[in-house]
């Protein structure tokens, strides 16, 4: 199986796909054979992005507007799912200390921060200026960056998970 990483994303959703061919062919003939199957390799992946999720929220940290970062990087989970995923609750409120939204008439979100403290923007001064440009993009702050430098892990750990799993499988 080869593996090749890349990004792509828009505003309103986001996602980093590591393709590993063959892999969805695999899932539906191993789901077919067993159903304990889809259960097994759904709390492997949510295991394997809670991780993810953790180094992503620690790299907030070090973002330039660590503040809207941290408060931006709270609302990823681990979406249980037969392939990882992160979800990012857009919709829950975004808080934020100089200006409340008990105050606004339309209310900020995490989603709508997310993406100015992830790629910045050299418009809206709330935010720091543009990331480096990156393919066509932006390369990101935190979360981007972190997940780039994980694609390896993660499809390492999720190939061993899925052999773990087949061959837990083939033993019952």
Known sequence: MAKTPYASGRAGSASVEIQVIGLYPFLKRAAAADPLFNKEIRAASVKLIGQVVTNV???????P???Q???SA???RARPDRVPVIKLNGSANFVSQSRPNRKRKKKVTRGD???GSEFGSNKLKQFPPRSASFFGGNRGYYFWPTIERMAG?????????LDSIT???KHL
């Open 74 to 76: 709270k609302g990823f």
């Open 57 to 63: 929220q620690s790299a907030a940290a070090s973002a």
């Open 113 to 115: 921060v997310f993406f």
């Open 167 to 169: 061959n837990k499988l």
């Open 153 to 161: 892990d993660i499809s390492k750990e999720y190939l061993n998970a």
């Open 65 to 67: 507007n660590r503040r």
């Open 69 to 71: 970062a941290i408060e």
